[in-house]
């Protein structure tokens, strides 16, 4: 199981995907350099966290046009497993590989917290991992986290199951609101129409380990590479 | 050849910014402020031929790049 890591200049969550994916899961993981990386031999792309570009015009809108993005583009063109965290949902947003957009937090603060998710759809590459749990906390930290998008989008989005994690009450009965960011109808993570781009603000790597409290993010990891394995199994 | 660009948020599109100062503004005694919107204003200089030609241009990098039309509305300045 390869995984590509995406380093953007500006990146600052890739050796945090890399620890949890090489170190912990013991995944091969590929160190992609956003000007002259490839994503040759590559069975899933990670773009991680952080302020590519230092969030200048706009988060990942910068981004966006780097060489490693065409690749990517035509990576998950072809069916390829694409997971953007944070300010790689971002960039999968402003590439049009994901519909709507992420803006500033209604509260205009940056967030810093551990949030509870619902997992809104199991049946996914992303998260059939996840067997017997219906809800999961993850640490999220972001200015501009909250998702926007029409209407008709939303109810697509809904309708055809995309929405993959929402935001559900507090962590703790005393915490502040479940839904950090004033995303449309709490939205924390979707995917593209095909299934196999995914777009999420919360930081499932940040949760890998169990000394660090939480080992709720590594289904996330777990589900790309059985959904990988499954694949290979199938002759072409 | 320079042409001014400005982005606003779209209609709809909450600008919590724009937001934020208005309660600002009324907190300073300015009640008849009723809204603020915040944009952004750019300037590229452009070599080309003519004023057509350069407006064209920041359209047209304005729709790719400078301007999210998810989120978004740009003009060009005259």
């Not at chain 1, 972001?142 to 029409?150: K, P, T, V």
């Not at chain 1, 995914?198 to 590594?218: K, N, Q, T, V, W």
């Not at chain 2, 005694?29 to 003519?50: F, L, P, Q, S």
Request: net charge negative; hydrophobic share 40%.
């Amino acid at each position: 199981m390869v995984f590509a890591v995406v380093t953007f200049p500006g990146s600052n969550c890739d050796r945090d995907c890399i620890w949890a994916l090489e170190s912990v899961l013991g995944y091969t993981v590929r160190k992609v350099f956003h000007r002259n990386g490839s994503l040759e031999s590559t069975d899933a792309v990670v773009l991680p966290g952080g302020f590519s570009y230092g969030d200048y015009l706009r988060a990942g809108a910068l981004a966006r046009f780097s060489p490693i993005m065409e690749e990517v583009t035509a990576f998950a063109k072809d069916g390829g497993i694409v997971l953007g965290i944070c300010n790689g949902f971002q960039i999968l947003c402003e590439a049009g590989l994901l519909p709507g957009a992420l803006v500033r937090n209604r509260s205009l603060k940056f967030v810093c917290r551990e949030v509870r998710l619902h997992i809104e759809n199991r049946s996914t590459v992303f998260t059939s991992g996840y067997k017997n749990e219906q809800e999961i906390l993850l640490p999220i930290a972001h200015s501009d986290g909250q998702y926007i998008a029409d209407d008709e989008t939303l109810d697509l989005l809904e309708h055809e199951k995309r929405v993959v994690f929402r935001y559900r009450g507090p962590v703790r009965p005393d915490a502040p609101d479940g839904n950090p960011n004033g995303s449309a109808r709490a939205i924390a993570g979707l995917m593209n129409e095909q299934g196999n781009v995914l777009g999420m603000m919360p930081h499932p790597e940040r949760a890998c380990e169990s000394r660090f409290g939480r080992i709720d993010g590594m289904g996330v990891f777990a589900s790309i590479a059985e959904a990988v394995a499954n694949r290979k199994m199938i002759p072409a | 050849m320079t042409v001014k660009i400005i982005v606003t948020h779209k209609p709809g599109v909450l600008d919590p910014q724009g937001q934020t100062v208005l309660k600002n503004l009324h907190q300073l005694g300015h009640k008849e402020v009723h809204d603020v919107r915040i944009g952004k204003y750019i300037e590229i200089d452009i070599d080309v031929a003519t004023r057509e030609e350069a407006e064209k241009k920041a359209l047209e990098i304005s729709d790719k790049m400078l301007a999210n039309p998810v989120i978004e509305s740009f003009r060009v300045e005259p």
